[in-house]
C-alpha cells in the first residue's frame, strides 16, 4: 500500500472512529500494511466494523493484517481444493473414457484395468474400509438378503494398499 492509498484509509477509519491523523501514522500504517492492497484493506476494516471487537477497541494496523493474511489462506485453500477436484474429475474423466462394459453398464478403460489388476495384488484391508479377502481373490460384499458375493470393482481401500505397497498409482 503507498502513501495515498494509506492516506485513503486511515480517513475512511477516522469517519468511523472519529480519530486524528498526522504523518506519524499515516508513515506507520503504510509500512504495516506494504503488502496489502487498499480494497483487501478497506474489506478489513469494513469486517472489523461489523465485528463485536469494533464495540470494545479501535481498528489497528495487525488487524488488518491479520484478516488478510487469513482471506489469502482462505482463498488458496479454496483453489488448492478446486485444483484437487479438477485433477480427480480428469482421472475419472480417463478412467471412464473406454465403451459400455456389457456385463454391467460400467465404463472400463485400460488405465482401470491396470488399477484393478494392481489393487488385486494385495490383500483387501478388513472391515470397515474393506472385505478382508486375500491377494488375488476378488473383493466380496454382503447383500440385503445375507447372501454374499464377489464384486466386479476391488475397495478402494485395497486400492490405497496396494499403492503404498508399489506407488505406483494414489
Known amino acids: 500500500m503507498n502513501r495515498n492509498d494509506t492516506i485513503d484509509l486511515l480517513t475512511a477509519i477516522a ?3 472519529q480519530r486524528t491523523v498526522g504523518e506519524g501514522d499515516i508513515a506507520a500504517w503504510a509500512t504495516d500494511l ?4 487498499l480494497a483487501e484493506a478497506l474489506d478489513a476494516v469494513t469486517a472489523f466494523n461489523r465485528s463485536e471487537t469494533a464495540t470494545r477497541r479501535r481498528i489497528v494496523a495487525a488487524d488488518i493484517v491479520t484478516w488478510v493474511r487469513q482471506r489469502r489462506h482462505d482463498q488458496a485453500e479454496r483453489d488448492h481444493a478446486a485444483s484437487l477436484k479438477a485433477d480427480a474429475q480428469a482421472a475419472h474423466r480417463e478412467i471412464t473414457a473406454g465403451g459400455t462394459d456389457p456385463h454391467g453398464g460400467r465404463r472400463n478403460s485400460p488405465a ?4 484393478h489388476a ?3 495384488t494385495v490383500r483387501c484391508p478388513d472391515k470397515p ?3 478382508g479377502q ?4 476378488r473383493c466380496v460384499r454382503k447383500l440385503a438378503t445375507g447372501e454374499v458375493v464377489a464384486t466386479k470393482i476391488p475397495h478402494t481401500a485395497r486400492w490405497k494398499s496396494a499403492a503404498r505397497t508399489d506407488g505406483t498409482f494414489s
Open 134 to 137: 486375500p491377494a488375488g481373490e
Open 129 to 131: 474400509l474393506g472385505c
Open 34 to 37: 506494504d503488502d496489502v492492497t
Open 15 to 17: 469517519a468511523r472512529d
Open 112 to 115: 482401470l484395468e491396470v488399477l
Open 118 to 120: 494392481e489393487a488385486m
